[in-house]
């Protein structure tokens, strides 16, 4: 019998509305002793359950719904996951036919699982060509069970015909640290190579070539949620963007990572600089450069804090003094993009966030020349589109700019957002004119 944790009304309220997750703040009993990851039944304040979840010993999420019938035991929830996960992958097959329809391109990356959106808390998968890079982020999912029946679903819905695949798991070292989760394997979870299994491919988005690595980068290795973001920053620049003066049209991408928006606006642009702190992720974008021989711009990228950088821009194009070490020439940009990490990891970091994201966006407003482009990004999820929102509008009433809104944009189709769980509409894209 599972174990019962009893939690508080405005809680249970919270997941009678549609909401998935239990704070450890909410919960005011436990019945039984559950270990970390178990099923445990979940009941309001008077005792009526409420479902089942997966429990956490350490999270400051302590559960995470997976049914609402109560009781659910572990041969259940191995079934509905993968029942959960060949929908998942239905859903991608159509997404990927719409995207061939509407956009004449065919993308050879996506994400074919996003954990709650796809009623799978816990899990993430994401596809680069034939490899599949799973992760899996709880104490009730990094699990050998689990795992065993996630990669048969994955064969059954990719490798069915004979298809290459290869999946592989990657460890986010700061979520196994904080669910105390054990590495993952180091070799892949399953592969059809008849060799050595293959850990690095090129993959497209939008046309645009991209190298990938399973054992570098970030998260599953790259941000597939911008991909549809990158194409829109393109067409509005070219859409809108005016006469280049003599010196061509000029982007800057800050916080570049591996160069996703600036090789995009490199299609359109004729100088493109990207910035980011990492020398590993310019390093990566210069080879990902390499790999498209067809953009036209003048593109170079630079090692640089962005608060440091745009302030001694914005400081040197007001009239102020120029450092002597500043890294690029001073002056005007006609395309700016924001798209920085998540500044709020917790609802407590909220005050430092709202600070951190309004000083960027009034700095590159600052830079912006008269009729630029501003795509200003956030992928914090304790910050709302309405709170992100009235920021850069601070933003631009400190820098004296008009500045209008052309689109609103969130992350690619798949990932979904589920309307009860606001955190899933994590990432924020606005695109704006800025006079």
Known sequence: MNATVRIARRAAERLRAGHLWVYRTDVEQIEGEPGAGALVT?????????????????SQIAARMVSRTAGLVRTEYLEQV??????ALALRRELAQWSV?????????????????????????DQYNELVVL??????????????????ALREGLAANGEPLTVWERADARIRELEQLAAPAEGPLFTTAAGTAPSTTTFAVNGVRFGYDVAAGQKTGAFLDQRLNYRAAAEWVRRTG?????????????CTYQGGFALHLAEVCERVTGVDQSRAALEV????????????????????????????????????????????EVGRFDVIVLDPPAFAKSKRAMEGALRGYKELNLRAMRLLEPGGTLV??????????AEFTAVVA?????????VQLLETRAAAPDHPEVLTLPETRYLKCLICRVD
């Not at 309001?44 to 997966?54: C, E, F, S, V, W």
């Not at 974008?285 to 640089?304: G, T, Y």
């Open 135 to 152: 992760q899996l982020v709880t104490q009730g999912t990094a699990q050998e069970d689990v795992r065993a029946v996630i990669v048969q």
């Open 82 to 87: 993968r029942e959960r996960v060949a929908a």
């Open 101 to 125: 329809e509407s956009r004449n391109t065919r993308d050879s990356a996506q994400r074919l699982i996003f954990a709650e959106a796809d009623g799978l808390p816990g899990i993430l998968a």
């Open 376 to 385: 200003t990004c956030s992928c914090s999820q304790h910050v709302s589109l």
């Open 242 to 254: 005016r006469r280049a003066s003599a010196s061509g049209f000029r982007a800057l991408d800050v």
């Open 42 to 58: 979940v009941e309001d304040g008077r005792g009526a359950p409420l479902g089942t979840a997966l429990y956490s010993t350490t």
């Open 285 to 328: 974008a210069e080879s990902n450069l390499k790999l498209n021989p067809q953009l036209r711009a003048e593109v170079d990228w630079i090692e640089a804090d962005a608060f440091a950088l745009l302030r001694a821009l914005d400081e040197a194009a007001r009239g102020g003094s120029v450092s002597s070490d500043l890294p690029m």
């Open 394 to 402: 601070a933003a631009a009433s400190d820098a004296g700019r008009r």
